[in-house]
Every structure is written in C-alpha cells, then in structure tokens.
C-alpha cells in the first residue's frame, strides 16, 4: 500500500513496458482466431472495471491515509513526549473520524470488489475454454523450457532483449539480476537514458523535446521524420487547428507528401470524412506505437524478436489446436472427403467457382462461367438454352432474365478464374 501511494521509479517502469507487452500480444488478436478476439474483449473490459475501480477510491484512500499519517506525527508522536502519554479528546475525534471513513471506503471496494470478480470468473472460463493449455505435440521437436538449464536461459535473454531494445533499461537490470543471466545484453549507446526519458515524452505528447531529438540524431533516417511530422498533423487536427494543419503541410512537410501515401490519408480523414474522430483516435496510438519503435531502432541498432514470434504464435496455436482436437476426435475422417473440414483463416476469402443462378449447377472447364452485356453472369449451357428459346433471328439474341437488357451470343464473354 506504502509503494502504490507513495510510487516507485522501478515499478512505473515496469508497468509501462507491462502495458507495452500486452498492446504487442493483442494488437492482431482479431486476425488471428475468433476464440482469441472474445478472450481479449473480455480482458479489456475487466481492464476497464479495475481502472474504474482505482479512479473511484484511490484518491479518496491516498487523502485519508496523509491525513493518519500526518496525524500520526503531529498528534500521536507528540502526545507520547508528554508525561502522561494521552492522547486529547479531540486528537482521538480526529484519528477516529479519519478510521471511520476508511472503514467506509473499504466495504464499499469490497462490494464493488464482487461484481468485479464475477466479471474476472467469466474471463476465466473464456480463457479454459478458449485457450489451450497442452501445447505438446503441436510442433517437431518441440522443447519444454524446464527440461534444460540452458533452453530456460535462453528464454530469458531472449525476454531480457526485447525489454532492453524496448528503453526499459531498469526493468531488463532486475530481470538480469532475477534470471541469473550471466552477462547483460548489448550496451545501448552513450545517450542510452535519454531512452527512457523520451519514451514517456512520446506518451504524453510532448513533441518539441523529441524533434530537438530527431534532428540531433537523424543521421539521414527520414522516416524518423516523417513519422514526427504525421504525429504533429494528427495532433494540430484533433485540436480542431485545421488552419495551422494546411500552413504545416505545406511548409514542414511538402517533400513528403507526394511520396508517402499515409501523409494522404491522414489529410483525406481529416478535411473529407464526416466522422474523422473516430479515424483519429484509432490513428493515433498506431502512430505512436510506430513513431516509438522506430526511435528504439535508431537508439539500439537492433530489433529483437520477440514480438513478432508472439504474433506468429498468437495467430498460429489457435488453429493448430483446432485440428488437433479434430485428429485426436476422428482421424479416419480428417482427409477421407473432398474439402478440407477446418475453415481456413485468411485475409482475402472468397469463392474459386460460380454456381449458376438459371441451372443451379456449379461452372466447370467444360461449362464455363459467361458474362452477358448487362453485366450479369451465367453459364454457358444456361446462355445457350436461352438463346435457344429466343424468336429472334433462329435464336441470336439473349433476353436477360434479371434485367430488360437484350445482347447477342457473340457478345457473351467467358470469365476465367
């Protein structure tokens, strides 16, 4: 209780590389499976609860613990230098009235405290359910990270790393001392402390420190710049100083432009689109989150891989378990029929083939897929038996059935996919 009022250097470290991990571990949990995108929203609104739960109580709980302690040292303290050793009716009405409300605050966290933790019970049902916890079996030669000394001690330089290059550089000194790793990771540069420090400016928005920055230590990385600019734009427009945006573009950032399309969306969402907050507000982390990463890049001259081996997993392990259960269910059916019986995750889906919508029969090599005139789409055997019914010129033209529209035979073109 002491560290949460009072704050501690190593602790908001480490709670903002924390809340760094978990924006990486479930920035693309959506294209990843489903099953994982419920998890992440249930985990997001018991975010939501417990800082909900902390802005309600904890200035209240900081106000009352200052006041005991100052009491503490201007009353009690006192009191017991005196021979009697009493404390007076009023120093006891005050110490008392001060534990009374305490008191208060505290049942009602607890009441507030049981509806929280219905909330945190559900999450973990979704994540038994949804979340795999035997992994064997998944991969060839597949390493459990407590058969070896030198696999675990891997995994912890490897985390080590990805802290270290991230500018958490006391987080990365307690999990060096913590994992026993033999030996620290890679000096960062001479300006190394100015990692954290600039980290947090990002956070807060603080641009004018960071541009100083990026002009001092540029050495021709013009995307360092350019991400700077896009990070001004974004913030001049979500003030509403569109004016001041215009005079910016076309000062500070007219080489820019033509060539970087992301230059154009950020204008085209905020001069053209009716409800441009909303894109601004989703742009703006993601810009952060680059402008950061490329500012850790030009300070460590490494990127470590962690993160996108999360990614690849957080994707990947879902749909291995999937077929797995299917395997293990029935193994004789897995392959025994046609299609594939998993659905196979992609960013482009669609349809290889047409059915046709006069002959309800699927298009083959032989029967290929045909567009009229009119733009509407059939198959060869239906063009020709409507042709075939036509009165026109022994069976030249075709009336299409959806639309008033008449064409020729010739005019049918054959789609190829």
């Not at 009405?93 to 909330?119: C, G, M, N, P, Y």
């Not at 990365?172 to 033999?182: E, M, N, R, T």
Request: charged content about 30%.
């Amino acid at each position: 209780f002491q560290m949460t009022l009072d704050g501690d250097g190593m602790g908001d470290d480490y709670a903002a590389y924390q809340r760094q991990l978990e924006a990486a571990i479930w920035a693309n949990s959506a294209g990843g499976s489903p099953d994982l995108a419920k998890t992440c929203e249930s985990l997001a609104k018991i975010r939501e609860e417990l800082v909900t739960l902390r802005e309600k109580y904890l200035p209240s709980l900081v106000k009352t613990a200052t006041s005991l302690r100052k009491l503490k040292e201007e009353v009690v303290e006192e009191s017991a230098k005196t021979s009697t050793g009493e404390l007076s009716i009023a120093a006891q009405f005050l110490i008392e009235q001060d534990i009374e409300k305490a008191e208060i605050d505290l049942r009602d966290i607890v009441s507030d405290h049981r509806s929280a933790h219905t909330a945190i019970s559900k999450s973990g049902k979704d994540i038994d359910r949804y979340l795999g916890k035997n992994l064997s079996g998944l991969f060839k030669g597949q390493k459990d990270l407590d058969c070896s000394d030198q696999i675990r001690l891997s995994t912890s330089e490897l985390i080590c790393k990805h802290i270290h290059t991230s500018g958490y550089i006391k987080s990365s000194a307690a999990l060096v001392k913590d994992a026993g790793i033999p030996k620290e990771p890679e000096k960062l540069p001479e300006d190394r402390m100015d990692v954290e420090a600039l980290t947090f400016q990002l956070k807060e928005k603080n641009l004018a420190t960071l541009d100083q920055w990026v002009k001092k230590n540029e050495d021709g990385n013009y995307a360092l710049r350019a991400d700077l600019d896009k990070l001004r734009l974004i913030k001049l427009i979500q003030a509403g100083e569109r004016t001041k945006a215009i005079e910016y573009c076309k000062t500070a950032m007219r080489s820019s432009i033509d060539s970087d399309r992301e230059f154009g969306a950020i204008i085209t969402a905020a001069f053209m689109l009716k409800d441009s907050r909303v894109y601004l507000q989703k742009r703006l982390p993601a810009q952060i989150d680059a402008l950061q990463k490329r500012i850790m890049y030009a300070l460590t001259y490494e990127q470590c891989l962690l993160p996108y081996l999360l990614n690849i997993g957080i994707q990947s392990i879902p749909n291995l378990m999937h077929i797995r259960q299917h395997v293990d269910k029935r193994p004789e059916f897995m392959f025994s029929g046609d299609e594939f019986p998993l659905a196979l995750y992609s960013e482009c889906d669609g349809h290889c083939t047409v059915n046709c919508p006069i002959l309800r029969q699927q298009v083959t090599k032989e029967n290929p897929a045909m567009r009229i005139s009119c733009g509407h789409v059939m198959s060869k055997d239906a063009v020709t038996k409507l042709s075939a019914q036509s009165s026109f010129r022994g069976g030249n033209r075709i009336k299409c059935p959806y639309c008033p529209s008449e064409s020729t035979i010739e005019q049918a073109q054959e789609l190829k996919f």
